[in-house]
């Protein structure tokens, strides 16, 4: 309970602050990376707490660094034998870069203004990765020391998105800064399971298996719980349920299957879902709030 | 004022001003023997608690590190070392509690608390891991099931 209260104290605090954090990064847009001392220093000096020059550091770097896909392939063929120096020699350079530049430039940043903050690698889970397997890790973000409490932020996927196989498209995505780490977890597994941040993690194989989560689930804090598995196996005309855990709110939630939309209310922060699938095949079923997709199943009916 | 609601559930409450200051006062006395009450049984759990004490050292050199900051995962309570790398943690912790150690520049250490004595622990923090490098980007794409061949075929004929 103590948690939720600060969690939502500093989230309130947070959206108080960002918009003074927001607009000293916007005034150093395009600011050169050359000297990163002169840099933090700019974009901090005249922020008081913690949590505002953090926020003025990872609005900086999510606005403007690009990704490079075409540099992205290139590790993933070489298989990580890109050596850290020209990592940083390219992102220095050229402006561009991959999750693990990102990640780095936001903790020498910060540590520049005197704010701890690690770079964790992981598991990144996605429609197009780490669905089911032995999992690889192809990800990095950072936890970041903020009021005696470790936060966690994805500064890549708050960056933008790969809107076509070949295309990045630059949108701010506030659901990947300091997010709840409950739901973070859901689709970020880091290598040194502490990085979690919770008690009582998932195992590997729950986070490979679990069900699909997108941003908007972590912006309106919402868990697929039941089924506990991302595949669920019924036969023709047999019910099966599913359940949202989701804080109670005004947001409208959706159940979806076959592309039919279906009003569910929320009750005591979850909704269930009771439905028949008739005919034999492999469905996704899906929940949105609000209209934007937050989980994910995948159903074959037999 | 939900928990107020709780203790009085339905309407049917006679409109009396004076019985409703009494079952307020009532309430708010319970709601702060419960608080005194869940406190208590909040210090004094089943698992044991005792002293975390040491030092914190530079891994190449094994000098001592001040200003390191030794957080309470649980808790967000936290202190740093002092001029001579030493701490001790302001409260007991039991088994199985974490203590994160970080210092700009240095890899954080994580440090489980065992049931034996701590009162004399040394961490020593190394300087950061090298980059691992990854390239995983958001798709953000809404996931598509594969479709099979036999699916597709059967799929001509729906």
């Given at each position: 309970m103590r948690g939720i209260c600060l969690a939502a104290?500093?989230?309130?605090?947070?959206?108080?602050?960002?918009?003074?954090?927001?607009?000293?990064?916007?005034?150093?847009?395009?600011?050169?990376?050359?000297?990163?001392?002169?840099?933090?220093?700019?974009?901090?000096?005249?922020?008081?707490?913690?949590?505002?020059?953090?926020?003025?550091?990872?609005?900086?770097?999510?606005?403007?660094?690009?990704?490079?896909?075409?540099?992205?392939?290139?590790?993933?063929?070489?298989?990580?034998?890109?050596?850290?120096?020209?990592?940083?020699?390219?992102?220095?350079?050229?402006?561009?870069?991959?999750?693990?530049?990102?990640?780095?430039?936001?903790?020498?940043?910060?540590?520049k203004a005197g704010i701890p903050c690690v770079i964790v690698d992981g598991h990144s889970r996605s429609a197009g990765s780490n669905i089911g397997g032995t999992g690889r890790a192809n990800h990095s973000w950072n936890a970041v020391l903020i009021d005696n409490q470790w936060r966690l932020c994805d500064p890549l996927w708050s960056a933008g998105y790969m809107s076509s196989p070949e295309t990045f498209t630059t949108r701010f995505e506030e659901s990947y800064f300091l997010p709840d780490p409950s739901v973070f977890i859901l689709n970020h597994y880091p290598l040194k399971i502490e990085w979690s941040l919770l008690d009582n993690p998932p195992t590997l194989d729950q986070f490979l298996n679990g069900p699909l989560i997108y941003a908007e689930a972590l912006r309106y804090r919402a868990i697929p719980i039941i089924p506990s598995l991302f595949k669920v196996c019924v036969a023709a005309n047999e019910s099966v349920s599913f359940s949202l855990h989701k804080p109670p709110g005004n947001d409208a939630v959706k159940f979806v299957v076959n592309g039919n939309d279906e009003d569910v209310t929320v009750k005591d922060h979850s909704c269930t879902v009771d439905h028949t699938f008739k005919r034999k095949g492999t469905y996704a079923v899906h929940f949105k709030v609000n209209d934007r997709y937050v989980a994910t199943y995948e159903v074959t009916v037999r | 004022m939900e928990y107020l609601q709780r203790l009085h559930p339905g309407g049917n409450n006679k409109p009396m001003k004076k019985s409703i200051n009494v079952s307020l006062l009532l309430s708010i006395v319970l709601a702060v023997i419960a608080n005194v009450a869940y406190s208590q049984n909040d210090n004094k759990t089943a698992i044991k608690t005792h002293v975390i004490a040491g030092i914190v050292t530079e891994a190449e050199t094994g000098d001592p590190l001040p200003g390191v900051n030794v957080v309470h995962q649980r808790s967000n309570k936290g202190i740093a070392t002092d001029a001579d790398g030493k701490f001790t943690f302001p409260f007991e912790l039991g088994e199985g509690e974490t203590l994160a150690f970080s210092f700009i520049g240095l890899d954080t250490q994580f440090y489980k608390i065992g049931s034996g004595d701590d009162s004399k622990i040394t961490v020593s923090l190394k300087a950061d891991a090298a980059i691992h490098i990854m390239e995983a980007a958001a798709d953000n794409d809404v996931y598509v099931p594969r479709r099979t061949f036999v699916g597709a075929i059967k799929g001509w004929f729906r």
């Open positions: 104290l500093l989230l309130i605090a947070g959206c108080c602050f960002a918009q003074n954090a927001d607009s000293v990064a916007e005034v150093y847009a395009g600011h050169s990376l050359k000297d990163l001392n002169l840099l933090s220093q700019k974009l901090t000096g005249s922020l008081k707490t913690d949590v505002e020059k953090f926020r003025a550091i990872y609005k900086w770097v999510c606005t403007n660094i690009e990704y490079d896909y075409s540099y992205a392939s290139k590790i993933k063929s070489k298989r990580g034998n890109v050596s850290a120096d020209e990592l940083i020699r390219k992102l220095v350079t050229t402006r561009s870069t991959v999750c693990s530049g990102y990640a780095w430039l936001v903790r020498e940043l910060s540590h | -």
